[in-house]
């Protein structure tokens, strides 16, 4: 076990990580002064295999008025607020991240320390800043440069998925047709 961990950290050291097919985090999102964004808690529920990307938003002023924001291997997403009964239907042709999606990315460091944990870090420029744990390559800490807000990582599951197939589905209230 301990030869399987360091070979997993040496791996993570020469290249960023790749997501397992399915996992579940959950995070704190942490504005920057001048962000657009306020404070709030988010569950991502990824299922590459289900096709479908899932991460609910709850933001600290308003714990009801929950952010579901799905997106669909089949270039669909949907936004929407079950508490309002509002969607907002949109196309994204590339579908969900690939697994794999940060290769390419540019190696900031080996030795970042971030939430008290020794992490390696990764820029997409323009888009994310991605931390990870040296020794497990588990997600500490990424952080959207247009959206200027960090997420914390809380907690991480790899191989859990969403309890019910039909979170992966948007409401009635938000039909596909919308996106023709």
């Not at 399987?4 to 002064?33: G, I, K, Y």
């Not at 924001?69 to 991240?97: Q, W």
């Not at 800490?141 to 992966?168: C, I, L, Q």
Request: with cysteine.
């Amino acid at each position: 076990m301990v030869l399987a961990e360091q070979l997993l950290a040496a791996a993570c050291a020469v290249r960023p990580p790749v997501w397992p097919t399915q996992f579940v985090l959950v995070q704190r999102r942490v504005p920057d002064a001048n962000a657009s964004v306020g404070l709030a808690t988010t569950v991502t529920y990824y299922d590459y295999r289900a096709g479908a990307n899932l991460i609910l938003i709850t933001p600290d002023t308003n714990a009801s008025d929950v952010l579901w924001d799905l997106e669909l291997d089949s270039g669909h997403s949907f936004y929407f607020t079950p508490a309002r009964r509002t969607c907002s239907p949109m196309r994204f042709p590339v579908g969900i991240l690939r697994p794999d999606w940060l290769a390419n990315a540019t190696l900031l460091g080996e030795n970042i320390t971030k939430n008290g944990r020794r992490c390696i870090g990764w820029t997409k420029q323009d888009f994310i800043d991605y931390y990870a744990d040296a020794q497990t390559c588990e997600p500490v800490s990424w952080y959207f440069h247009s959206m200027r807000a960090r997420f914390d990582t809380v907690y991480y599951r790899a191989g859990e998925t969403a309890t019910d197939p039909a979170m992966f589905e948007p409401p009635p209230y938000c039909p596909p047709a919308a996106l023709t």
